[in-house]
């Protein structure tokens, strides 16, 4: 699947399919920022739930009518990580921890912190983050940001890895490793060595392959290991999530280009997707919830170019860290800010042996606009007997409107064989949206009617 995703049929949906086929989300632009954008972060009570996205040189924040106002300098390089601390905003770009309280914009400077190579989180009231010296953690005193204790250190004593990014998760801190993975409870008030104490016994043999190939999802988070597979945290682990077809494209990545990769996420309702961008032309997007995946392309574009998301403002946010542009990913934008969205997907339809006369798509449009070229919405097909060895362009098919319903169909497809099926590939780039239950081969009058 190209640009579309699977969604579950309506309870109260008079279909017979429990799923349906519908465009992925689109793009609206909402803010230009003039450089190229570095990380997205918002949370709600951290500074009025305003977005703050550092880009180039500068931290911008943006309030509800997507105006851009920077609020200080920041140097380092690469992605930006950013928590919340408090009803305040830590930053962490490599070499440089930043604590911002809507006022006062303050770069660490005690001589007891620790450099940050790229890792930071907000744990138990302090900021933690890790040296470029590799397996060494250290944090602030509770309440301090700014304020850090040279005893405040901790070393990955289970498994001396070099660390490739920290994350709170259910109150305890994870460290990320280039080859293993553990987690240390947050404990007491003081800025002690024992204040951040290593979990007995968890000792994860798989790492972190890039930084920011992790993301935060629900109570837990999702990452590129080591081996170039996808993982989920569960409880005190890490859980493999199958994923054949971005297993294979990583593995054919090189290491370097892989190792600036990002992973991001959003919400749409209670469900949740994981993006994983690696440079490519595409990007994997997988629905946690229905396991299932699909690849997002940009139109015209060699690289894809969401790497970032955020909630904010009761809408979904994204970013790429090629572009200056802040864009809302929302299911009512049949474009990218503009530019089409090229849908594909292939779909295996059981049919017996004989001719295949007629052929009926059980869909609907939506937001097909009232005048211009997608006023008249076309899906293009191309079809195949053979399983795939041998395919055949059919003439496009018009697709009903809101002023002129109707079953779709195509014709005189050729002789059937219930061995091999029906192969359709469908493709549709217009401004609209199609969302397709199924198709029915030589239907009866009375199925007809039933669509």
Not at 63 to 81: E, H
Not at 140 to 168: C, H, I, N, Q, T
Not at 398 to 423: E, V, Y
Request: hydrophobic share 40%.
């Amino acid at each position: 699947m190209i640009n579309v995703m699977l969604e579950p049929t309506p309870a109260d949906a008079a279909k017979r399919s429990k799923y349906f086929i519908k465009s992925r989300p689109g793009r609206i632009l909402r803010a230009s920022l003039g450089t190229a954008v570095r990380g997205l972060f918002s949370e709600a009570g951290c500074l009025g739930g305003d977005l703050f996205a550092p880009a180039g040189t500068d931290t911008y924040r943006i309030d509800y009518t997507w105006t851009a106002t920077s609020v200080g300098a920041i140097t380092g390089g690469g992605v930006v990580q950013m928590s919340a601390f408090r009803a305040s905003l830590e930053l962490c770009a490599f070499g440089e921890l930043i604590y911002y309280d809507g006022s006062s914009y303050t770069v660490t400077s005690d001589a007891d912190r620790v450099i940050p190579a790229g890792g930071m989180c907000v744990a138990g009231l302090r900021v933690v983050g890790f040296t470029e010296a590799g397996d060494e953690l250290g944090w602030s005193k509770a309440g301090l940001p700014l304020d850090w204790d040279a005893s405040g250190l901790l070393f990955a004593v289970y498994l001396p890895d070099p660390l490739k990014a920290v994350m709170e998760i259910g109150g305890d801190v994870w460290l990320f490793g280039s080859r293993s993975t553990q987690a240390a409870n947050v404990v007491g008030g003081a800025a002690e060595d024992s204040a951040i104490s290593p979990i007995p016994g968890v000792n994860i043999r798989t790492g972190l392959f890039g930084r920011d190939l992790l993301t935060r999802v629900r109570d837990g988070a999702v990452l590129v290991g080591h081996d170039r597979s996808l993982y989920k945290t569960s409880g005190l682990g890490l859980v493999n999530i199958p994923d054949r077809d971005l297993e294979t494209a990583l593995r054919a990545t090189l290491a370097a280009d892989l190792a600036l990769g990002c992973a991001w996420s959003y919400g749409d309702g209670g469900r949740r997707f994981v993006g994983v961008s690696w440079g490519a032309a595409r990007a994997r997007v997988r629905d946690l919830d229905l396991d299932t995946a699909s690849d997002w392309t940009a139109y015209g574009k060699s690289v894809f170019d969401i790497d970032f998301a955020t909630d904010a403002f009761d809408t979904t946010v994204v970013a790429g860290k090629n572009a200056g542009s802040i864009w809302e990913l929302t299911s009512s934008a049949y474009t990218d800010a503009g530019s089409p969205i090229e849908r594909e997907v292939t779909i295996h339809v059981p049919t017996g042996d004989g001719p295949i006369d007629m052929i009926v798509f059980d869909g609907e449009t939506y937001g097909v606009p009232l005048s211009g070229n997608d006023a008249s919405p076309l899906l293009m097909v191309s079809y195949s007997v053979d399983n795939g060895r041998t395919w055949f362009e059919a003439d496009d098919v018009s697709l009903p409107t809101p002023s002129n319903r109707f079953k779709p169909n195509l014709t005189s497809l050729g002789d059937g064989n219930s061995q091999a099926g029906l192969l359709l590939k469908l493709r549709w780039t217009g401004a609209f949206g199609w969302s397709q239950w199924g198709v029915w081969v030589n239907p009866t009058p009375d199925e007809i009617g039933y669509l």
